[in-house]
Antibody, heavy 122, light 107 residues
């Protein structure tokens, strides 16, 4: 079955960096776009970033643009999120999610990983 | 950015009740609207995609409708396992955006 497993969360000081990974299995990773979505404690969902199936196109939320970088290694079936210049407001559970297609337009997220908690605090 | 507004933000209902949740987009998004269910401490799970298509494995008591700017999620007969938070999401334009969520609680 399709499975996404995030790792790399933890506690980091403001201004610090953290790298998240999402290991994918059960589907042809190279055929699908991938997303990161986050959820601050007690809050709603916020889309963070998207990468096209071949890595040729990426999009970011304004709140993370210039600080976060989404990437993928199709040979390892793994999605990444490099987070720099972290702020307290980046504290959230970060989910990776598979796009229903190769792009994002008109598509949906299915499935989602279990999430990994990132806490930015001094 | 397209703003997604869900209403109500929370509701109390009894088992067997018919429940309707509304999601309104700040501009037309055609039928590019998806619904997710999220239980406490768990990842969201896809219920409805493209406004009205039921995801495989999702019970038929869930249904979605609408197009343009106004959408609804209906649970025809609420079951104990349906108490959760429901989120709508548009995939018409970047940034992809979610509604604020609707928490369905037991009356």
């Amino acid at each position: 079955q399709v499975q996404l497993v995030e790792s790399g969360g933890g506690v980091v000081q403001p201004g610090g960096s953290l790298s998240l990974s999402c290991a994918a299995s059960g589907f042809t990773f190279t055929n699908y776009g991938m997303h990161w979505v986050r959820q601050a404690p007690g809050k709603g969902l916020e889309w963070v970033a998207f990468i096209r199936y071949d890595g040729s196109n990426r999009h970011y939320a304004d709140s993370v643009k210039g600080r976060f970088t989404i990437s993928r290694d199709n040979s390892k079936n793994t999605l990444y999120l490099q987070m720099n210049s972290l702020r307290a407001e980046d504290t959230a559970v970060y989910y990776c999610a598979k796009d229903s297609g190769s792009g994002w337009y008109g598509n949906w997220f299915d499935p989602w990983g279990q999430g990994t908690l990132v806490t930015v605090s001094s | 950015d397209i703003q997604m507004t869900q209403s109500p933000s929370s509701l109390s209902a009894s088992v067997g009740d018919r429940v309707t949740i509304t999601c309104r987009a700040s501009q037309s998004i055609s039928s590019y609207l998806n619904w997710y269910q999220q239980k406490p401490g768990k990842a969201p799970n896809l219920l409805i995609y493209a406004a009205s298509s039921l995801q495989s494995g999702v019970p038929s008591r869930f249904s979605g409708s609408g197009s343009g700017t106004d959408f609804t999620l209906t649970i025809s007969s609420l079951q104990p396992e349906d108490f959760a938070t429901y989120h709508c999401q548009q995939s018409y334009s970047i940034p992809l955006t979610f509604g604020g969520g609707t928490k369905v609680e037991i009356k």
